[in-house]
């Protein structure tokens, strides 16, 4: 896959190696490759995370939502260069735009530097996103305080880490999860 990336957008040169722990993480968790999902890449840069899904799963309907007007604008061009359909993108901040969007799947590696406040609003946006059947796949690093994401996490809905790996924890809320099923297992990995 080529991409066009620019400086001053994050992901500039390469793949990170937290974006590779969550890709790796969803691939793993999501063995159910013939079924059709409507899957958000939230936060999503360069169209990264939902390029390199969308090669994997080519009948899932992928959407994009990026703040940033020029990595909005590189996400375009770079499914029009690997010749691939998202479905919908946006340029915007969170999924106010977008009020009874339902996702089967959506991807968040949050912008941490925003603050610890704009992180949790992601979430909670892209929570409030999932269908009944839905799961929210996010990356934190072990420096940007994984730790106490997974705890606020786990306060609010079932969580589980699924991968912790090169420095990155990856964390799963599924809408359908009782809390006894995986309660806990944040603190088991």
């Not at 899957?39 to 703040?67: H, M, Q, R, S």
């Not at 375009?76 to 479905?87: F, I, S, T």
């Not at 912008?111 to 796949?137: F, M, T």
Request: glycine share 8%; net charge neutral; hydrophobic share 40%.
């Amino acid at each position: 896959m080529r991409l066009w990336t620019d400086h001053g957008i994050f992901n500039h040169g390469g793949l990170d190696r937290g974006t590779e722990v969550l890709l790796e993480a969803i691939v793993s968790d999501c063995s159910d490759f013939t079924s059709k999902k409507h899957v958000l890449d939230f936060c999503a840069g360069t169209g990264i995370v939902a390029l390199l899904l969308a090669t994997k799963y080519p009948n899932w309907d992928f959407c994009c939502v990026e703040i940033n007007e020029r990595a909005h604008q590189l996400l375009l061009k770079n499914a029009e260069l690997n010749r691939l359909r998202l479905v919908k993108t946006a340029c915007q901040d969170g999924l106010s735009a977008w009020p009874n969007q339902q996702f089967d799947l959506i991807a968040l590696n949050p912008p941490i530097r925003s603050g610890k406040a704009n992180v949790h609003r992601l979430i909670e946006e892209a929570y409030q996103a999932l269908d009944q059947e839905g799961s929210l796949y996010i990356v934190f690093g072990k420096k940007q305080g994984a730790e106490s994401y997974g705890r606020y996490l786990a306060e609010r809905w079932p969580t589980q880490r699924l991968l912790r790996q090169r420095g990155f924890d990856v964390f799963c809320v599924r809408r359908n999860s009782s809390a006894d099923e995986v309660m806990g297992e944040i603190d088991r990995c």
